[in-house]
Structure formats: C-alpha cells, structure tokens
C-alpha cells in the first residue's frame, strides 16, 4: 500500500563549483546535469573525496553553485529549507530532546508546523515504521548508531519533504546494522515512493537501493554515465549476491576506477 | 531487528537519574542501584578525607608553634568561636553575605547571559567585543572599590555592582565559548528541517547551552565568594566579609579564620546544590566517563 505523500522531481542543469580562487582554484563539481524525476530512487557514486558531498551540499542549498541552477519541480533552489530534507552522515539528532520530540522537530517550526493530533499522528506512524515505538521517550544517548540513524530517518520523513537527501547515512555504522538499514530503508520507501538522491561511496550499497545510479568522475565531479537498475519491487539481501548483481557491480566499479584522470591540475 | 540495542556503558551510575525509555523497565535492578549508593558514599568519604587531613595537620602545626608566633589557633579554638558565634550574630552575618552573593550574582548572569549569546552568534559581535571582555574580565574586582565608592557611594548597590562585575565577565566568556562550540551539524539539521534563523536560535541554540549557562552560575557563584570580601570593603557593617575585616582590626585571629571557613562552607554548600540542580535539569548530555 502507497500512502499519498509529498513528491517533487528534482532537476540539475549544469551545476559547477569552485573552492578557492586564482592559481590555487581548485574545481569541484563541473557540468554536473541530471534529473531525479518525482519518486524515483536515485543513488551517486564516487570515488571518496570526489565532491559528492559538495554536490548535496548545493542540492541541500548549503553551498551556493557558481554557474547552472538546481531546480526543485521547476523552482530555483535559494537555500536550505524543508522540501530538500537531508539524513547526514554524523548522528545529527539532537541530543536534548526524546525520540519523539525529534521526529516532531520540524512539525512545531513554521515552515511546516502542523496541529498537536496530527504531529502526534505523524509521528505515531514514523515511530512505527521506523520500529522506534518502544523508544519514543528514551533520550538519544541511550540509543545505538542504527537507532540513531532510525530516529534521523523518522524526523526527515515526517516534515513531508518535496525531496529526501541522504549523504552516506549508514557510513558510520557496522556492516550488520548498514544491512538492516538498507532494507528498513527500502521498507519505507515500497510504503511511501519518495524522491531520493541518496549520495554514498559503496556501489553495492547504490546499486541494491536506487533506481538509477548515477556515476561521477574522480575530481572535479562529472557525470560520466547514469546506470539504470533493473530490478523493480521488494529486494533482499540474497539480490547482492546474484550473477546480475555482481556483474552491474562490477561495471561500475571499473568506470569508477577508469574514470580516474591524472591526480593533479585538473583544473580545466 | 539487530540493532535494537542499548549502547552499554554509556550511562555514567552518577549522573542523576537516567532517562528511563518507556518499556524498557522505569526503575534501575536493585543491584545497581545499591552499587550507585556505594560509588556516592565512597566519593563522599573521599571528599572529606581531604578536609580531616588539613585539619590534622592544622592541628599539629598549631600545637607544634612551628609559625605564626603562636598566633596560630587551633582547629578546635576557631570551631568554638564559630559554634558560640553562630547563636550570636554570626548566623545573621551569613545569611546577609549569602543573600547579598545570591543576588548580585544572578543579576549579574541575567545580563551576561544575553550578552553571551550575541557574541556566541555573531562573529562580527565577538571580533569586536571580545577583546574588551577579556580585558575587564583580568581586572580584580578589589580593584574597583575606590571607583565604586565614588561613584556609587557607601550603600548596598555599590557592594551589589563588585559581586555583579564579577559574576557578568565570567558569564559572558563561558556562554559565549559553549554557544560558538555548537556543532555545525545541528544547525545544519535544523535548517534542513525548516528552522528559520530565530527558530535554530530558540530550538537549538538556546536548549544547547542550557548546561553551558549553569557551569557558568557554579564559576560566578565562586568567583561571587571569592569577591565577598571586596565587596564588603565598600564600608559594609554586616556580612562575613565585614566579620573578617574587623576581626583583623583588633587581631582576633580565631575569628578570622571562623570568617574564612564559613565563606569556604557556603561556596561549597552552593556549589553542591547547583551540581545536583544542573544534574537534575541537563539528563540528556552524555558525560562519557569523565
């Protein structure tokens, strides 16, 4: 069952960006342009430090672009606000408030606030599907990384986002709870289709998620091809294991490798 | 569900009660809890271990003449003057300089606490700012009495505005240190979420430096003793600060060591309840095992 939930397409029309200035410029993103049409998955992959962060960065609007836009259905992004939600690496609950007061957070700002039945409600539902119920009072220093990651996920879905945007959510967390959260991620998302652009540097992890993967040159950042996923419906970990799989994994992994320029003066 | 865990450890036995998640069993297992009473009692000894060490070798040094020339009271005498003094005046004296630190001390960390948080916030405030407060904050509030008295004169305010001079400047420097200390994520987050920059002042910033603004009222009620008798300078009739200083006048070294003590014993007596009171306010911050 799909619950009828905020949606929106997400659009990057030439995004380039530089840090520093003159001789010692240094360029980041360069030309990126793809879309990420309304509820689909779509996961980017590249090499570590390749500016995948950067590139949520300006989609997150926390980072201004030098030349091109981003678009969200059709409006420029001006800066960070509640219809580009982010997950972040580092466990950014807050730590004075319980499990539930966090997922509530953004339903008491003006931007989206909403009554105390339906914050209660939405909330109820988030703790629910996020298996956080028995948790909803427990404050976070109590809490394991994957329950923080949990609660991280619950906040970001109950402010209704046009777009989620997630940078490496489940980096920090062991190869285990990483699975666990992989598949509690799909859950939600066969429940309510949502617009992802979910950034990380694992492929495996990409591939298993998205709908797309959308693969990046080593610095500066470049779309080098966008790698339709074939699977559709419900996906279990034995999927990573399948020839398919492997093989997809495999091709990507070597653009990854290939797509490594000189490792200097890749200013042009 | 794998990583439906407890983190362990993480909880320190002593830092107030912990946050008890629903369903998870309110009350700690009797043994722990028996162990939580042990760990406090054995701080507790330790704590006064230190203090019956320096009365031990008070006492001998006293008995011994080894300074003072035999101007040295014994532990036992300044007790006494404290006892019969107690039931004589001098109870009125500490009730006068602990209403008169109270006080001053908190209108002093009312103004600094705002202040804190301009110069926390705002990078242009701090750079111009900042070096003025550290350049009143070295100042020793002794220091000001002359000044004080000109221009404020002989009464309560005068005395008032030593105690509140030097519990602002040491406000200021700590809730601007823990407001400028906020991780970047957390506002990150907020924003994200759809916090205007008033609402990531009131719903992160202002919550996060809760503890930061009650370590900052443990240090100025310290630093508010530690002036008293500054303070009291200012032609003060009653006080302990007052106590000490006419004591002194006519060399009644018992009585200036009663003064002394007393002034050390209601520090510490604040000091305590604001640890229990911060304990009880901050149960979310995750001490570690400091």
């Not at chain 1, 959510?169 to 666990?180: C, I, S």
């Not at chain 1, 419906?233 to 994994?249: A, D, N, S």
């Amino acid at each position: 069952m799909t619950t009828a939930v905020n949606t929106g397409g997400l659009t990057l029309d030439g995004v380039g960006k530089r840090f520093g200035r003159g001789t010692a410029a240094v360029t980041v993103l360069d030309d990126v342009a793809f879309d990420v049409p309304e509820g689909e998955f779509v996961a980017v992959v590249g090499p570590s430090g390749s500016g995948k962060t950067t590139l949520l960065n300006t989609v997150a609007g926390f980072v201004d672009p030098d030349v091109g836009q981003i678009l969200v259905n059709g409006t420029p992004v001006t800066g960070p606000g509640p219809s580009r939600c982010v997950v972040f690496q580092e466990y950014a609950i807050f730590p004075w408030l319980t499990v539930r007061r966090n997922i509530e957070f953004g339903m008491r700002l003006r931007a989206r606030r909403r009554p105390a039945a339906e914050r209660r409600r939405i909330a109820d539902r988030y703790l629910d599907l996020m298996g956080l119920t028995a948790f909803a009072d427990a404050l976070p220093k109590t809490l394991s990384g994957g329950m923080r990651q949990r609660v991280a996920l619950a906040r970001a879905y109950a402010v209704d986002p046009e777009i989620l945007l997630m940078d490496e959510p489940f980096a920090a967390l062991d190869a285990q709870t990483r699975e666990t959260m992989q598949e509690a991620l799909l859950e939600i998302n066969q429940k309510e289709r949502r617009t992802v652009l979910f950034v990380t540097h694992q492929v495996e992890e990409a591939i298993f998620l998205a709908d797309r993967v959308v693969v990046m040159s080593a610095r500066p950042a470049r779309v080098q091809e966008i790698v339709p996923v074939p699977w559709r419906g419900p996906r279990h970990h034995e999927l990573k294991t399948t020839p398919e799989f492997i093989e997809l994994r495999r091709r990507i992994e070597a653009m990854l490798r290939g797509g490594h320029p000189t490792p200097e003066g890749q200013t042009a | 569900m794998p990583d439906v865990v407890f983190a362990s450890g993480r909880q320190r036995p002593d830092t107030g009660p912990p946050a008890a998640p629903a369903g998870a069993g309110a009350a700690p297992p009797p043994r722990r809890a028996a162990r939580r009473v042990l760990h406090r009692l054995r701080g507790a000894l330790l704590g006064l271990s230190g203090f019956c060490g320096l009365i031990l070798v008070w006492q001998l040094t006293a008995m011994a003449e080894i300074v003072g020339n035999g101007l040295l009271p014994t532990p036992f005498e300044v007790f006494e003057v404290i006892w019969t003094g107690l039931g004589n005046g001098l109870a009125t004296d500490v009730l006068i300089s602990s209403r008169r630190v109270v006080l001053w001390v908190s209108v002093g960390i009312a103004a600094a606490v705002p202040v804190g948080f301009l110069l926390g916030w705002f990078p242009t405030v701090r750079a111009a700012l900042n070096p003025l407060v550290n350049f009143f904050r070295a100042l020793p509030p002794i220091a000001l009495v002359p000044l004080v008295i000109v221009y404020f004169g002989i009464g309560e305010l005068a005395r008032g505005i030593i105690l509140m001079y030097a519990a602002f400047f040491a406000t200021v420097v700590i809730v601007f240190e823990g407001v400028a200390g906020i991780e970047d994520k957390y506002v990150r987050a907020a924003q994200t979420l759809g916090a205007t920059r008033l609402e990531v002042l009131a719903r992160v910033v202002l919550p996060f430096s809760v503890p930061h603004i009650l370590t900052a009222a443990r240090v100025s009620l310290g630093i508010g003793w530690a002036s008293l008798v500054a303070a009291e300078l200012v032609a003060a009739q009653d006080g302990l600060g007052a106590v000490i200083q006419n004591a002194g006048n006519f060399l009644d070294i018992p009585r200036v060591y009663a003064g002394i003590i007393l002034i050390g014993f209601c520090a510490l007596v604040m000091d305590a309840v604001l640890r229990l009171l911060s304990a009880r306010l901050v149960t979310w911050q995750d001490r570690g095992n400091r």
